[in-house]
């Protein structure tokens, strides 16, 4: 698109609130309405603006392929962990009551909070980059010809 | 109240006409272009209904992710759909029995909003009271409480599904080693579409 | 039937007409991608409904407020929950049918169903 500079130039502008939007959305979600859905969402379809508009290779310099597809399995890791520290904590699997930590008690969320907002990030994660992904899939590929 | 309903039913026939321009249109791109629209009224709506998480989310999903995962398969497939030779009268009839059934079916629903329906008073305690209670109000969100702690179990399984389905597409689509490759070389996708 | 009940139940009308929009369109149409527009379509009407339920008269979304009266109503977040996840849940399966659509006709050179059943006979 390096046609349209009115593009260019706004899709620059809005990039800095998009992720910033999304980050407030992924951690402002236990105040109001917002969540890990929900952030991964926007922040995807943010970098696949930034892909629309500057092509494939200056996103791939932003979000490398091999980074992001490992991440898609660290989320799903962030959240199942989240069970299994609570199991060897004692509780229940994804039972968030017992986590709990000394860094700078009061400040730091603990318990349900804590618990919430590591399963929240790793939902985050794993749809970020799926979605990137899928659209790396989709666009990095050749058009063909039917026989 | 008023200039709610009346925006309520704007948003609502705006949603049936778009609906409907989608299942007459033959121009594939059109169609695309139609469904976003479609996803973003309901999005609309959501927001009237007292939904704003989904409808962040509808609105995203809908009118941004899948739109353009919509455009770039076009890219690779075909834009016009096959002109079809006679106009398929059994469908139509299908669909108009089943949608008289369900019509029939409305008429023994609560209205919508009624306090007294079985949505709002099945549960009790409701949500709202038991998460106000045992989150010792540090998160007054209830949709973020309900998602992450009392469905976690659920939410878990759907994060897993949506890692199946990324993996799913990643082996379908990507051949072993070129992703790079052949992005490199077709450095716009969506040009043809622009 | 009285003017009340009518705008009471209107909601579901409205949403009974999206859904058998989309399911026409499964059904009539032969284009896989259409197909998928149609099931899409059939989607978010599902999403609509749940969402049309969940509404509370003089209700506000479901986020306490401690500044609020004791006695506000919310509506109920359950629908939201379980919608909000279908929604991310369904971008990732369409993209799934879209991944092999494509796949599809990088095979069959076509994306109706017909041809591709006829491609299918001769072989």
Same mark, same amino acid.
């Given at each position: 698109?390096?046609?349209?500079? =009115?593009?260019? !130039?706004?899709?620059?502008?809005?990039?800095?609130?998009?992720?910033?939007?999304?980050?407030?959305?992924?951690?402002?979600?236990?105040?109001?309405?917002?969540g890990?859905?929900?952030?991964?969402? =926007?922040?995807?379809?943010?970098?696949?603006?930034?892909?629309?508009?500057?092509?494939?290779?200056?996103?791939?310099?932003?979000?490398?392929?091999?980074? =992001?597809?490992?991440? =898609?399995?660290?989320? !799903?890791?962030?959240?199942?962990?989240?069970?299994?520290?609570?199991?060897?904590?004692g509780?229940?699997?994804?039972?968030?009551?017992?986590?709990?930590?000394?860094?700078?008690?009061?400040?730091?969320?603990?318990?349900?909070?804590?618990?919430?907002?590591?399963?929240?990030?790793g939902?985050?994660?794993?749809?970020?980059?799926?979605?990137? !992904?899928i659209?790396?899939?989709?666009?990095?590929?050749?058009?063909?010809?039917?026989? | 109240?008023?200039m709610?309903?009346?925006?309520?039913?704007?948003?609502?026939?705006?949603?049936?006409?778009?609906?409907?321009a989608?299942?007459?249109?033959?121009?594939?791109?059109a169609?695309?272009?139609?469904?976003? $629209?479609?996803s973003?009224?309901?999005?609309?709506?959501? #927001? $009237?209904?007292?939904?704003?998480?989904?409808?962040?989310?509808?609105?995203?999903?809908?009118?941004?992710?899948?739109? @353009?995962?919509?455009?770039?398969?076009?890219? #690779?497939?075909?834009?016009?759909? &096959?002109?079809i030779?006679?106009?398929?009268?059994?469908?139509?009839?299908? @669909?108009?029995?089943?949608?008289?059934?369900?019509?029939?079916?409305?008429?023994?629903?609560?209205?919508?909003?009624?306090?007294?329906?079985?949505?709002?008073?099945?549960?009790?305690?409701?949500? $709202?009271? &038991?998460?106000?209670?045992?989150?010792?109000?540090?998160?007054?969100?209830?949709?973020?409480?309900?998602?992450?702690?009392y469905?976690?179990y659920?939410?878990?399984?759907?994060?897993?599904?949506?890692?199946?389905?990324? $993996?799913?597409?990643?082996?379908? #689509?990507?051949?072993?080693? &070129?992703?790079?490759?052949?992005?490199?070389?077709?450095?716009?996708?969506?040009?043809?579409d622009? | 039937?009285?003017?009340?009940?009518?705008?009471?139940?209107?909601?579901?009308?409205?949403?009974?007409?999206?859904?058998?929009? *989309?399911? /026409?369109?499964?059904?009539? +149409? *032969?284009n896989?991608?259409?197909?998928?527009? *149609?099931?899409?379509?059939?989607?978010?009407?599902?999403?609509?409904? /749940?969402?049309?339920?969940?509404?509370?008269?003089?209700?506000?979304?479901?986020?306490?407020?401690?500044?609020?009266e004791?006695?506000?109503?919310?509506?109920?977040?359950l629908?939201s929950?379980?919608?909000?996840?279908?929604?991310?849940?369904g971008?990732?399966?369409?993209?799934?049918?879209?991944?092999?659509?494509? +796949?599809?006709?990088?095979?069959?050179?076509?994306?109706?169903?017909?041809?591709?059943?006829?491609?299918? +006979?001769?072989?």
């Amino acid at each position: 698109m390096d046609n349209f500079p =009115i593009i260019r !130039v706004i899709t620059k502008l809005l990039m800095p609130y998009i992720l910033l939007f999304a980050f407030y959305v992924q951690f402002h979600g236990d105040f109001g309405p917002g969540g890990g859905f929900q952030a991964g969402v =926007i922040l995807a379809a943010g970098l696949i603006l930034y892909g629309l508009v500057f092509g494939l290779p200056a996103l791939h310099k932003v979000a490398p392929p091999p980074a =992001i597809e490992r991440l =898609i399995a660290l989320g !799903v890791l962030i959240y199942a962990g989240t069970g299994v520290a609570t199991m060897l904590l004692g509780g229940k699997f994804l039972d968030y009551d017992v986590l709990g930590h000394h860094f700078l008690p009061g400040w730091l969320p603990e318990g349900q909070h804590l618990g919430i907002f590591l399963v929240e990030l790793g939902v985050g994660v794993t749809v970020t980059s799926v979605m990137t !992904v899928i659209f790396y899939c989709f666009a990095g590929r050749e058009p063909v010809d039917g026989h | 109240m008023v200039m709610l309903e009346l925006i309520d039913i704007l948003v609502l026939l705006l949603l049936a006409t778009t609906a409907v321009a989608v299942a007459r249109i033959r121009n594939l791109w059109a169609a695309v272009m139609f469904t976003g $629209i479609y996803s973003f009224l309901g999005a609309a709506w959501m #927001l $009237i209904l007292d939904a704003p998480d989904v409808a962040f989310t509808e609105a995203a999903v809908g009118a941004g992710i899948s739109t @353009v995962l919509l455009l770039s398969t076009l890219a #690779l497939t075909s834009r016009e759909e &096959k002109p079809i030779k006679k106009f398929p009268i059994l469908p139509l009839i299908v @669909v108009v029995v089943t949608g008289a059934t369900l019509v029939y079916g409305t008429l023994d629903m609560p209205h919508v909003g009624d306090p007294t329906s079985p949505v709002h008073t099945r549960m009790e305690p409701s949500f $709202i009271e &038991k998460s106000d209670h045992d989150m010792h109000g540090e998160l007054p969100n209830v949709v973020t409480a309900v998602l992450a702690s009392y469905r976690g179990y659920d939410t878990l399984g759907e994060t897993t599904v949506i890692f199946t389905a990324g $993996i799913a597409v990643l082996l379908i #689509l990507r051949r072993p080693g &070129k992703l790079s490759v052949a992005s490199s070389n077709r450095s716009q996708p969506e040009e043809s579409d622009g | 039937m009285d003017i009340s009940s009518v705008l009471g139940l209107f909601n579901y009308w409205i949403v009974i007409v999206l859904m058998m929009t *989309g399911f /026409y369109i499964v059904i009539a +149409r *032969g284009n896989l991608i259409k197909t998928v527009i *149609g099931l899409n379509i059939f989607q978010i009407s599902v999403f609509l409904l /749940y969402i049309t339920m969940g509404r509370m008269e003089a209700g506000t979304a479901p986020i306490i407020q401690k500044t609020a009266e004791v006695d506000q109503a919310y509506s109920n977040p359950l629908p939201s929950v379980l919608i909000l996840t279908a929604i991310v849940v369904g971008v990732a399966t369409t993209a799934l049918a879209l991944a092999l659509i494509v +796949r599809i006709r990088e095979d069959y050179g076509s994306i109706e169903e017909d041809d591709i059943l006829a491609l299918d +006979r001769e072989s």
